[in-house]
C-alpha cells in the first residue's frame, strides 16, 4: 500500500467534521464483523510550535484526541485516529482505515473520503474569499502643493 | 485548647444546589446549550482553551457554562479535566508559514507579499453599543472576492534577507515540558514560552504595558499578527505515518524591537514572539512583549530589576490557576492556624500591659 494515499485518508478522516463523517457514515448502513485491537480511549496529542515560527520547538499547548484499533476477520488492521472526543467517530474512521484496504476501497473512498475533501475545500475556500474580501488597498492623495 | 470540629455537610449540600439553581437563572427564559456558547462567545472559548491548554471547543463551552461565565473557574475546570488524559504523544512542530489565514497585518511594512487582511476584527469599529443586537437575529453576511491560494510568507523573514533583524534558529538545546517537570530557573526560552502561552491574559498585558511605559524600556512594533488555521502533523505510532491529526486555531505575533547592539551583538533588530490558541491577539501580543523583555541577557542588555525582564518573576506569577488556587484558599477555614495567631496577639498584650503598668 502506498503510505502517501493511506496519509491522505486518515488525515481526512481525522480532520472530519464529526456530525457530517456520522451522517455519511450511517448513510452506507454498512453491516461490518471486525474484532478490537483497542477499544475508543480518549487522550490528547502535545502541540508543538516553533520559537520565532523557525527556532527551537516549544509546546503549546494540548489537543484532545480519540484513538482505536480493529481488525477485520484478523487479517486487515483499522486504525481510527480522530481529533476530539467522539469514540464512534474514531471507530468509522477505523472501519474505513481498514476497508479501504479491502475490495471495499471504492465504495468508501467515493462516498466518504472523497466528500470529506470536498467539504474540508469548500470551508478552506469559504475562508480564503472571506478574508481576501478584507485585503487592503492603499492608495496615495496627491498633495495640494504638487499640482 | 482547639477541639477539632466536623460539620458543614448539609449546608455545603443545600450551598451547591442553590448554585445549580442560580446557574439556571430565571426558567422562564431558555437554557443556553453548549453549541450557542462555542458558536457565539467564541472569544470567551479560544481564552478558556489557551489558558486551560487544552484545544477543545465543546469542553471549553461546557466549562463556561459550569462556572456561569467565570473564566478562570472555567480555565480551573479544563486544566482538571486536561490532567486526566493519557498523553498519547507529541505533535511535529507546526508551520505557521502554511497557516489558513482569516487575519494577517503588519504594522511596520506597508506592501507585503500576500498583503495585509484585516479578517473579522474590532479594530475600526466605533466602540459605541450596537442596540441593533438587542433585537432578534439580524446580521450582515461578509463579504467575499476571487483569490489566489498562495502561500502567505512571514513578513519578517524579509528583513532576514537583508541580516538587518536577529534569525531564530533552533539551538539544539532540549527543553522539558512545564507541565510534566518541575520548574527550575534559569529557564529555556522555549520553556518560557510554554508558561507564557498558558499564562493569564490580564497579568501578560500589565507586564507588556509596563514595557511599553518604560519598564524594561523595549520599544516594540507589530511586525506580524496573523489569525488563522494550522495543521497539526502527528505521527501514527503502529504505522509510521504522519498525519493531519487535528485542525487548530492560532493566533501569532511577531514583535520587532530596535537594538542599538551590544558587545555581543551589532545593530539589528530583535523579536519577540507569541502563539496561543484561539483569535487571541491581545494576549498573543502580549507574549511577544514579555518573551522580547525577558531576552535581555541574550542580548547583554542592562538588567534594569523591572518586572518584565524577571523571568523568575514572570513565569512564577503568570498561570491563573496556580495564584487563584493560592489566593482562594485563604477563604477556606482556617480556624485553627488563626487561633494560634490570636493566642499569640493575646500573650503579646499583656505583656505591652504589665511593662506599661510597671512604668
Redesign the interface.
Known amino acids: 500500500m502506498q503510505?502517501e494515499t493511506?496519509?491522505q485518508w486518515?488525515?481526512s478522516l481525522?480532520?472530519a467534521d464529526e456530525n457530517y463523517l456520522i451522517s455519511l457514515w450511517d448513510n452506507l448502513n454498512m453491516k461490518i464483523e471486525y474484532n478490537w485491537l483497542r477499544e475508543p480511549?480518549?487522550?490528547?496529542?502535545?502541540?508543538?510550535?516553533?520559537?520565532?515560527?523557525?527556532?527551537?520547538?516549544?509546546?503549546?499547548?494540548?489537543?484532545?484526541?480519540t484513538?482505536c484499533?480493529l481488525n477485520l476477520d484478523k487479517k486487515i488492521?483499522g486504525?481510527g485516529?480522530?481529533?476530539?472526543?467522539n469514540k464512534y467517530k474514531s471507530k468509522i474512521a477505523a472501519l474505513c482505515d481498514a476497508l479501504m484496504q479491502t475490495e471495499k476501497k471504492e465504495i468508501i473512498k467515493r462516498n466518504i473520503i472523497d466528500k470529506l475533501i470536498k467539504y474540508k475545500n469548500n470551508k478552506?475556500n469559504?475562508?480564503?474569499?472571506?478574508?481576501?474580501?478584507?485585503?487592503?488597498d492603499?492608495f496615495t492623495l496627491v498633495r495640494g502643493e504638487d499640482k | 485548647m482547639y477541639v477539632s470540629v466536623k460539620g458543614g455537610e448539609k449546608a455545603i449540600n443545600n450551598a451547591h444546589s442553590w448554585l445549580s439553581e442560580i446557574r439556571r437563572g430565571d426558567v422562564n427564559i431558555a437554557e443556553l446549550n453548549i453549541k450557542q456558547i462555542s458558536e457565539q462567545l467564541t472569544l470567551s472559548v479560544d481564552r478558556v482553551m489557551s489558558e486551560g491548554s487544552l484545544y477543545d471547543k465543546d469542553l471549553s463551552a461546557l466549562a463556561i457554562k459550569q462556572s456561569r461565565g467565570d473564566l478562570i473557574e472555567a480555565i480551573f475546570l479544563m486544566r482538571a479535566y486536561r490532567t486526566t488524559l493519557p498523553r498519547i504523544g507529541s505533535s511535529k512542530p507546526i508551520e505557521t508559514s502554511k497557516m489558513l489565514c482569516l487575519r494577517r497585518i503588519s504594522a511596520t511594512f506597508k506592501d507585503i507579499p500576500g498583503k495585509q487582511k484585516l479578517g473579522p476584527t474590532f479594530d475600526y469599529t466605533h466602540r459605541l453599543l450596537d442596540f441593533k443586537l438587542l433585537a432578534d437575529g439580524e446580521y450582515e453576511k461578509a463579504k467575499i472576492e476571487k483569490y489566489d491560494d498562495k502561500e502567505i510568507p512571514h513578513v519578517l523573514s524579509f528583513l532576514n534577507k537583508e541580516g538587518l533583524i536577529q534569525k531564530e534558529i533552533p539551538s539544539g538545546k532540549t527543553s522539558k515540558d512545564i507541565t510534566r517537570n518541575p520548574i527550575n530557573f534559569p529557564l529555556t526560552r522555549s520553556e518560557r514560552l510554554q508558561s507564557l502561552s498558558r499564562g493569564d491574559e490580564g497579568f501578560l498585558l500589565g507586564l507588556a504595558y509596563s514595557t511599553q511605559r518604560g519598564y524594561a524600556r523595549n520599544h516594540a512594533f507589530v511586525g506580524e499578527l496573523r489569525t488563522g488555521y494550522v495543521e497539526v502533523q502527528f505521527e501514527i505510532p503502529e504505522l509510521g505515518i504522519e498525519i493531519n491529526i487535528a485542525d487548530v486555531m492560532f493566533t501569532e505575533c511577531e514583535s520587532v524591537n530596535q537594538f542599538k547592539g551590544s558587545k555581543k551583538i551589532p545593530a539589528q533588530f530583535t523579536r519577540g514572539y507569541g502563539l496561543v490558541f484561539g483569535q487571541l491577539e491581545r494576549k498573543a501580543i502580549s507574549m511577544a512583549l514579555v518573551d522580547r523583555s525577558m531576552r535581555w541577557k541574550e542580548f547583554g542588555e542592562e538588567y534594569l530589576g523591572v518586572a518584565a525582564q524577571d523571568e523568575e518573576f514572570v513565569i512564577s506569577h503568570c498561570d491563573n490557576i496556580q495564584a487563584t488556587g493560592f489566593l482562594e484558599h485563604i477563604k477556606l477555614p482556617h480556624y485553627v492556624d488563626f487561633q494560634a495567631e490570636l493566642d499569640l496577639v493575646r500573650k503579646i498584650r499583656e505583656e505591652y500591659k504589665k511593662n506599661e503598668q510597671r512604668t
Open positions: 503510505n493511506r496519509k486518515l488525515s481525522a480532520t480511549e480518549i487522550g490528547s496529542v502535545m502541540v508543538q510550535g516553533k520559537v520565532g515560527a523557525t527556532g527551537d520547538n516549544f509546546n503549546v499547548g494540548e489537543v484532545t484526541i484513538r484499533s488492521q486504525h485516529y480522530v481529533q476530539g472526543r478552506r469559504e475562508i480564503l474569499s472571506k478574508t481576501e474580501a478584507t485585503k487592503v492603499f
